[in-house]
């Protein structure tokens, strides 16, 4: 699956904007309205990119999230299923056995400890 922190999906501050200096060269060769505007549309760009980005990352884990609550929901029926045959069957068990027979105290039956036997 595709686990990340919390604070690995939120880094950086959203709407804040932080400007790097051009060398002096650069400055010179553009004039003050390019140099800003160029700078600015970089700069969106690579915020575009890093949110899309963020957002692509966000989806894949939201798929790998409802991929594993479909499986656990699949295996949950399965246990459920199983635990009600075992269920079933222990009370077929108890039905067939004398100890589980009776409920008046005078009449239980307590079972009898057999000699213990080793089988070699």
């Known amino acids: 699956g595709a686990a990340f922190s919390a604070d690995h999906r939120f880094q950086g501050v959203p709407g804040r904007r932080h400007r790097m200096k051009i060398p002096q060269e650069a400055g010179d060769k553009m004039n003050a309205d390019t140099e800003g505007t160029d700078y600015e549309n970089q700069e969106e760009l690579e915020e575009k990119t890093r949110l899309i980005n963020q957002v692509l990352e966000l ?20 246990l459920k299923s199983e635990n009600q045959v075992l269920g079933q069957y222990i009370e077929n068990l108890m039905s067939a056995s004398s100890v589980f027979q009776t409920t008046d105290s005078k009449n239980k039956r307590k079972p009898t400890k057999s000699s213990k036997k080793t089988d070699k």
């Open 59 to 78: 989806q894949h884990t939201l798929e790998d999230l409802s991929a594993r609550v479909d499986a656990v929901k699949e295996e949950n029926l399965k």
